[in-house]
Each structure stands twice: as structure tokens, then as C-alpha cells.
């Protein structure tokens, strides 16, 4: 038996924080306490200047493999999650081939199985083949993805109809290329509301990035509709006022302006947009090298969004939720409590020293970010999930 004693850190329980120690036996927490001595432990962690949340969870990931592995692959996904704090992740289904029904969820899962040392949920696809035309098969893929996407791409009504009826939870991805942005995320997710009020089945709106979307959610949930709502830091923290003409600030949804971007904050800190997702989506250096224009969308974030977040100024009770118990609860994934019985399932975080983001040093193959060299508080020192230390600073 193995036995790890983690000892020093300010705790965020549920509902409360405390200084405390934490023991553990082959990754089931054994005891809670102050000052449990060292003595007969395998392993001591010294996490005196961390706090301690429970292993983050995001619900917006793309992991590329199979079928993009030189942008990333499970394993180097799967290190880059740990590394921002991560214990569980949700795959994005714009893959090849797309997971769609049985043969191709197996192909999805095989990496998963093979590489994946947190846990990794796949997202099935809403369309077979994400072509946009048939229903994928959902017979099958209920019961065994954590929800179904076409992410990259709106649906049209028809098919979100179908999706709504599938007994799953529906991530949306809220653009109707038909207009410009930010006009084309609101009215697609106007048109969306509109179907869950007919259907009233769980439906999660993805990457929230304006005024108009965060006032027709806010709108939706005081109605009493079951809708859910993610943004990612990068619209919380920037805004059209910061673009530079480089591949870094290049994603989808693009920047909103800077009412947008204070609309979306207000949206987040009031809980209408309930959780915080990266939208982690990796690419080589060659198709983020054509400046604004020419580069492909999508940046890299599970190697900074908590550090981002907590060091503007969000505190880590408030991080704890967004970012690990509320996305697990709706996305239907592993609970992770601190709590004597439970699987030892958490991250310890530097409140003291600072740290520069250096692209260079990522775990992730994706470099783009627009947070390069950056002085962050907030770095993750320890990753637990299991018996497995997952990441640990400096090793
Ligand atoms: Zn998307």
C-alpha cells in the first residue's frame, strides 16, 4: 500500500476553506487533519504557500487524435491539462474520423485508453460525419459521451431538434455563418432558446463571447429553461482594443469589443454564464503564422486559464466552482471531493511566487496564445488524480 501525506494548504472545501493535511492510501483520502505527522508515509508533499482545489474539469477541449496528431495528441493534450490543473477534460468532437457511432467512438476511445492519464470524456458528434445532414447515431451514443457537439459548426434546426430529442446534453456551438459576428452567435443562440423552450432537454451553450448572447441566457434561465453556458478567459481578459495582427489573437468566436468583453464578465461573476472552458485548440506554428488574417482559429488555454483568472483576481472559492464542481455536474463527469473515502482527486496551486508564461515551456504542441510573457500568480505546483501524480512542478 501506498501512502502519501500532502501537508500545509489552505483547503477549498465545498462551502468553506481551511489550513489543514491531507492523507492518503493507494488514491483514497484516509484523513483530513492538522498537523498529521510525517511518520510511515511513502511520500510528503510540502504545499505550505498552495491552495488546494479539487482537480479542475474542462468541458471544451480538442485533443486532435486521432486524425490531427501533429497539432496534438491525447498524451501531450493530456499532460498539458495536468499541467494547468486538470484532472478531466472533454474531448471536442472535430476529429477524423468524427465520433459519430460505434466504429468510430472506439476509434476515438482507443488513445484515450492507451494514453490518457486524467480522465478524458469524449463529446460525441450531433451529425454523422459532423457533415451536417443526417443524425448521428445516437442510440449508441447515449450513455457512453458526456454530450453531443458539432462543435466547430451550427446545426441546422432540423437536426438541432433531433439533438435536443436524443436524451443528451447538447453543446452548441452558436454560429449562423449566414452573419457577422457577434450577430451571428446571438441569433443562432436566439434560434436555439427557442427550441428548448418547446423541448425543455438540457442544452449547453459554448464559447459565450457577447452582450446580446450573455442577456438572452440570462434571459432564458429566469425563465426557468435548462441552459447552461461556458466562456473562456480570453473573453473575459480581452477585447478588440488588444488585437494584434498575429495568429495569437485568432480564434472563433473572435474578441468581442470592450462592452462585449465587460458584458461577458458580468455575465460570468453573476453565474449566468455558469462555467469557465479553455476552447483549447492547438495548431502547428505554420498555420498560426499568417498574422491575423491568414491563421487558423483557435488558441491554446489549459496551461493558463486558472492562473489568468485567479491572478486577476477571482478567488479560488469562486474558481473551485466554475472551473471544477459545476462543469462536472453538468457535463454528468466523476465528482471530485475532498473528503476521507473519496478518490484523491486534486491540484495544488503557488499563492505567493509569480511566474511568466513562456510558450516554449507548454506541454502542450499548440504554442498560440495571446498571454505570452505575462507575470501570473497561481501556478500549478501538483496534480493528483488517483494514485498517480499527474504533474508535478520541476519534475
Ligand atoms: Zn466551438
Redesign the pocket.
Known sequence: MKKRLFKGATVCFEGYTEYCDIADADGVITEIGSNISSEGYDAVYDLRNCILLPGLADVHVHFREPGYSYKETVSTGSLAAAKGGYTAVCTMPNLSPAPDGEDTLKEVLAPIEREGRIKIYPIGTISKGRKGVLPADYGYLKGRVCAISD??DGVNAELMEAALQSGMLVAS?CEDKAYPHPEAEWRYLERDLELVRKYRTPYHA??ISCKKSVELIRAAKAEGLPVTAETAPHYILLSTEDRKDSGDYKM?PPLGTPEDMEAVKRGFEDGTLDIIAT?HAPHSAKEKSGGYAASVNGIVGLETAFALLYTNGYSPEMLAERMSRLPRRIFGLEPAQIKVGEKTNFTAFDTVNTFTVDPECFLSKGRSTPFAGLELKGETILTVYGKEVVYEKNR
Request: proline share 0%; net charge negative.
Open positions: 462543435d466547430g456551438h459554448c464559447h472563433n476552447d
